[in-house]
Each structure stands twice: as C-alpha cells, then as structure tokens.
Nanobody, 113 residues
Framework: QVQLVESGGGLVQPGGSLRLSCAASGLTFGTTPMSWYRQAPGKERELVAAISATGLITSSADSVKGRFTVSRDNAKSTLYLQMNNLKPEDTAVYYC??????WGQGTQVTVSS
C-alpha cells in the first residue's frame, strides 16, 4: 500500500524559509517521478514542482521559480521542497503526489507577519 507522509510545514514570516519533506513507502521510490502540489483556500490545487526519478530533471511553476527547489533522496525514499523567500501568497496546504495519483495528507504552510 502506497503511503506518502508530508511534514515540515508551519507558520513563517514573509521572506523566511521552510523545507518540506515527503516520506514515501509501498512503492519503488527510486523509479518514480514525484511532484509537489499546493492548494490555497478557495483555489484549485496547482502544480508547484516536479522531479524525475533520478532527480536529474526538475521543473517548477513560474510563481516559485528561483525561490523553491525540489530534490529527493532515493536512499531514504524521501522527497523535499526547499522554499526560500516565502510570500503570503505561498500560503496553502502542500501535497506530494505520484504519477498514479497517490496523494499525501498535506502539510499546512502559512506565511504571515
């Protein structure tokens, strides 16, 4: 059974940083591309960043380019999202996802002074 568990969210001031983690189990993590999504209140869920199975290829939404970095540690079956220079509009629940549409439970990120 595939399980994805996100952690690392919290309350941070504008300009601050957070690192999200997504611990995966029940799948061959090292051969699975992964992605991060987020959903703000009243808005649709949107793709934030994606990474290939090897970690060599990454992509990110224009709204987070230059501020967020997606990475992975296949030995630990863990996906990461390093978020720097956070803005209030980054406030959302952040989810990790597999291509076969397994989702984690999400972790709340709130950016506020």
């Amino acid at each position: 059974q595939v399980q994805l568990v996100e952690s690392g969210g919290g309350l941070v001031q504008p300009g601050g940083s957070l690192r999200l983690s997504c611990a995966a189990s029940g799948l061959t993590f090292g051969t699975t591309p992964m992605s991060w999504y987020r959903q703000a209140p009243g808005k649709e869920r949107e793709l934030v960043a994606a990474i290939s199975a090897t970690g060599l290829i990454t992509s990110s939404a224009d709204s987070v380019k230059g501020r967020f970095t997606v990475s992975r540690d296949n030995a630990k079956s863990t996906l990461y999202l390093q978020m720097n220079n956070l803005k209030p509009e980054d406030t959302a629940v952040y989810y990790c996802k597999t291509p076969s549409s397994y989702w984690g439970q999400g972790t709340q990120v709130t950016v506020s002074s």
